[in-house]
Structures are given as C-alpha cells and as structure tokens.
C-alpha cells in the first residue's frame, strides 16, 4: 500500500484498473487500502476534468524544428515583452517543486499589483502527470503559461540557462534580461517583492 500510495503520489496519476485490483484482493488492512483509494480517486477525478483555462498550456509546435537554447527561450518570451516573467522551471518527478507549486497562489495573491507573467517550464514530465499537475494547484488563467516540450528543447533551454537544479527561478525583465533568483518561496517573499518592486519601475 505504502509503495502504490508513493507512486500516485510521484507520477501524479492513478493506478490502472489491473493495479487496482490487485490491491484489493492483497491490501487487507483497510485503513491502508483507503489511504490509497483516496489519493487514487483524487488523480481520478483530475485526470476527468476539464481546465477551467487551457489555453494556459502552451503546443511545443510553437518553437517546432528548433534546436537552439537561446533562441528557443527567445521565442518563448517573445509575446511578454514590456511585462516581467517569473520564470519556473520544475518536473512533476520532483517533490520540492511541486511543494512549491502548492503554494503558488500564496506568491500570486502578493504580487497581484504587479503585470508579471507566470511561466512554467516543466522537465522531462509524461503528459497527463504535467497536465494533473497543474490542474490540482490550478496553475491556470490570463497570466499563466505553460510548456511541456520535447526533452531536447527543454535540455537546451536548460543548458542556455545554466538550470543545474529544481526548481530553478528566473526573472526576466521587461528589456528580457534573465535575472538569477535565488530565494526561499513564500517564507522570503519581502525580498522578492523588493526586487519585483525595481524591475518594475
């Protein structure tokens, strides 16, 4: 029960009907089983619904034939010129970014007096894990934008941007230059806000 809990848990995904079954018939203490259920039913439920905004995520067709980091990123941003870009770059295999993610409306709640656009870049992230992801923490709206790109674009990117762990945070600016950020989420969200507050100006 422990190791299927985990997996649901890590992949973001319920467990198919011949697992489910399986720990049915092997799974006898039944305050286990239930935990399991739970979290099953849970990604069931978000792997059914609907995005209240799709048009948050983004087809990597956008940047189709692309090979260069650089230029790949550019084309990326390209649309927010003039706007701030708080740039995420996470995977839904990684427990610390999805902690994070979990507290994102936290950040955008502080900085809702500021025009900054959320983009989120996921890393080596199956579809419908990257999809589930983002519905649970409802990573959606006008200024939320997400890609799920083929692994060599997204190495690429990673490469250009020197990403050597994750989550990694970037703001890029309204002339799009990338600025490192390195803070510690909503626990330090008075320095951010102070360097959000100076890119601003």
């Known amino acids: 029960a422990r190791h299927f809990y985990r997996q649901i848990d890590q992949t973001r995904k319920p ?50 034939g692309m090979s260069d980091g650089e230029k790949i990123f550019r084309k990326i941003i390209e649309p927010y010129k003039g706007r701030i870009v708080y740039l995420d770059i996470w995977g839904t295999w990684c427990s610390p970014c999805k902690e994070q993610l979990s507290e994102s409306h936290i950040v955008k709640e502080q900085l809702k007096d500021y025009d900054i656009v959320y983009l989120y870049l996921a890393n080596n992230s199956p579809e419908q894990a990257w999809k589930n992801t983002i ?43 990338i600025h490192d950020l390195h803070w510690e989420h909503t626990s330090d969200m008075k320095s951010f806000k102070e360097i959000i507050a100076k890119l601003s100006k």
């Not at 200024?143 to 799920?148: D, E, G, M, T």
């Open 135 to 177: 519905k649970e923490y409802g990573l959606t709206g006008p200024n939320c934008v997400h890609y799920n790109l083929p692994a060599e674009q997204q190495s690429a990117i990673e490469n250009y941007l020197k990403v050597y762990a994750f989550p990694t945070y970037k703001l890029i600016d309204k002339e799009g230059n």
């Open 15 to 64: 467990l198919v009907p011949a697992v489910q079954e399986f720990l049915e018939q092997h799974v006898h203490l039944p305050a286990a089983l239930a935990l399991v259920n739970t979290i099953n039913d849970k990604y069931d439920a978000l792997e059914h619904s609907d995005f209240s905004n799709a048009a948050s995520l983004r087809p990597s067709t956008d940047v189709e």
